[in-house]
């Protein structure tokens, strides 16, 4: 089955209000030189400004975090789906290993914030990943497989049918030292693999993307590996030209 390639970008807590303009201007006049499909998140607080400057672009618009909880209330600080839908979100990124690291969200908040993603109508783009100790111990297919498996245990196959699963090597984010592609592949097919033990059909459709380090140079090697559906980028996903250039490279 053919899947389409996703170009999703995170900006994590970088952007300003003439950042947002820049971006979505020099998108707005070349969105249509790429056949991939493209997906922006951004913080919360640029959500709608990035959404009337994206308007009639066909690019998508995500956020990076939502509450885990989906009823409104005495959350201070939060934000639910469905605020982010109303501002203009189609997707959220989920689990990032930012949050996982330094925000203390444990597998089972991950699968929680995956269900209120959907709940909400948004597509979830789930990230896992292996830090440098746990591959350096051999341990990287142990690791994704407790966060691959988590999910399944806790969430409902219908939520996990919306999802898109990102693998992001944390000793590839933001180190400049990108997964191989040979390193890439080797881990999408594995990760499809343990997804096809639970559900065939599922493994087979649902996008994979890699994140960590991808850059215009680097990435129609990575997505030549016949797993990876796409890229999650950071850092060069800050600027039109350089994510635009990413989104080219896609076959
Ligand atoms: O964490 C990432 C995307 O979510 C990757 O970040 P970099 O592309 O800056 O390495």
Redesign the pocket.
Known sequence: MSRRTLIAG?WKMNGSAAAVDAFASAIAADAGSTDADLLVCVPFVYIERMARGLAGTGVALGAQNLADVGEPGAYTGEVNGAMLRESGCTHVIVG?SERRAMYGETDSVVAAKLEAAVAAGLVPVVCVGETLAEREADRAEAVLSAQVDALFEQCRPESLARMVLAY?PVW???TGRSASPEQAQAIHAFLRGRIAQQDATLANSMQLLY????KPDNAAALFAGADVDGA?????SLKADSFLDIARAAP
């Open positions: 995170n990032h992001e590839a984010i933001g994140g960590g380090s991808v999650l980028v950071g850092g060069a």
